[in-house]
């Protein structure tokens, strides 16, 4: 195997853009041909190492006026074009119609396709529509990367004995970091301001873990995904006359300094792929207490009660309690924090690189 495309929407900042933008950047320093194939441009994107390609495929600007079957048939049509032009020796695919148009593209081709399950595939992977192109494409596929078993689970009996379940990579930048000798009184939270994540059930849980501890704050990081949750906490704020202590302070290019200065990360997804977030927060040494969310990525990472805490989705009693029992004692928050950096063992862009590299071998050597 000497070239790799990616397939994908975009860059945008979101766990599946930054897995890509990690792999390529890897793949393409350890001497790979490697090229990121993607239907639009964000304004606020990953950045690609310089001898990655950008290649984009998605619908031009004449094609904007067609109606939505002449665009989904372009957009195959185009990824096809990318592919009969580069010949990638493996074409791997990233979320959800993505994987059908990498499937479809590649068509008859010799190219090996690997798609990729980055969501809990209850609410994405299970409509009609679904179903008849899980049955049609997914056979098609050389190989499927899961990031949990219960992701794997759903899709029996397609892709299993070829597939393999891989966890997100971590930024080198957030491994090794020494943490502040005194941290200070706050609870921290990073990730896209997006409904999934619920963050309106974080500041609800703050809310009552502030009337136990009126002297710490709560500060979520992260961009505006433009789909209402940010008006919602801004007004869930207003209405508790919350804003001197639940701040939202916006996208950070400086996260591995700023989240560490908190004494407790708390994260509240109702549903995830594998939180990229979660795992930034482990490897900076925070002692974490997480939504046990489907499709099981928290699981995957957290032993409840060694280094870190468990908690139902949805439950705001639960996360409270948590956050308050890290607050009140030291030494439990010590020594999940110390416990949670050993995530460096699995989740390393190293670890987590070979693994790809070795799997897309596989797959190209068949």
Not at 118 to 146: E, H, M, T
Not at 216 to 223: D, S
Request: net charge neutral.
């Amino acid at each position: 195997m000497k070239s790799i495309a990616f397939h994908l929407n975009c860059l945008c900042q979101g766990g599946a853009e930054r897995v890509v933008s990690n792999l390529a950047n890897q793949f393409a320093k350890e001497g790979y041909k490697v090229y990121v194939a993607t239907e639009w441009y964000d304004k606020d994107e990953f950045e690609l190492d310089p001898r990655v390609t950008r290649v984009h495929v998605g619908l031009r600007e004449d094609d904007e006026r067609k109606n939505r079957i002449v665009k989904f048939l372009l957009r195959v049509r185009y990824l096809k074009e990318f592919v009969k032009e580069y010949k990638p020796d493996v074409l791997v695919a990233f979320a959800h119609r993505a994987n059908y148009r990498a499937l479809m593209a590649a068509g008859n081709s010799n190219i090996p396709v690997v798609i990729s399950i980055r969501i809990n595939p209850i609410g994405y992977y299970d409509a009609f529509s679904d179903s008849v192109q899980i049955r049609w494409l997914f056979p098609k596929a050389a190989g499927c990367v899961y990031q949990t078993k219960e992701q794997k689970d759903f899709f029996k009996p397609y892709l299993q004995d070829n597939s393999r379940i891989i966890m997100n990579p971590v930024n080198p930048k957030y491994f090794g970091n020494p943490l502040p000798e005194v941290r200070e009184k706050a609870v921290v939270h990073h990730a896209r301001l997006v409904d999934f994540k619920n963050q309106p059930m974080l500041v609800r849980a703050f809310l009552k873990v502030h009337k136990k501890h009126p002297d710490y704050v709560l500060r979520i990081y992260g961009p505006d995904s433009g789909d209402g949750t940010k008006e919602i906490l801004e007004k869930l704020i207003k209405d508790n006359q919350a804003e001197g202590y639940v701040l939202l302070m916006g996208g950070s290019n400086s996260l591995e300094k700023e989240i560490p200065k908190g004494e407790v990360y708390a994260y509240s997804s109702d549903y995830e792929g594998m939180p990229n977030s979660l795992l930034e927060a482990m490897a900076m040494g925070m002692p974490v207490v997480s939504t046990d969310c489907p499709c099981g990525g928290p699981r995957e990472v957290i032993r409840d009660g060694e280094n870190g805490f468990l908690i139902p989705v949805g439950d705001e009693d639960a996360l409270a309690d948590r956050i308050c029992r890290l607050i009140e004692d030291k030494e439990l928050a010590r020594r999940f924090g110390e416990n949670a950096r050993k995530i460096e063992e699995i989740a390393s862009v190293d670890a987590i690189y070979n693994q790809w590299k070795d799997y897309l071998e596989e797959i190209t050597g068949k």
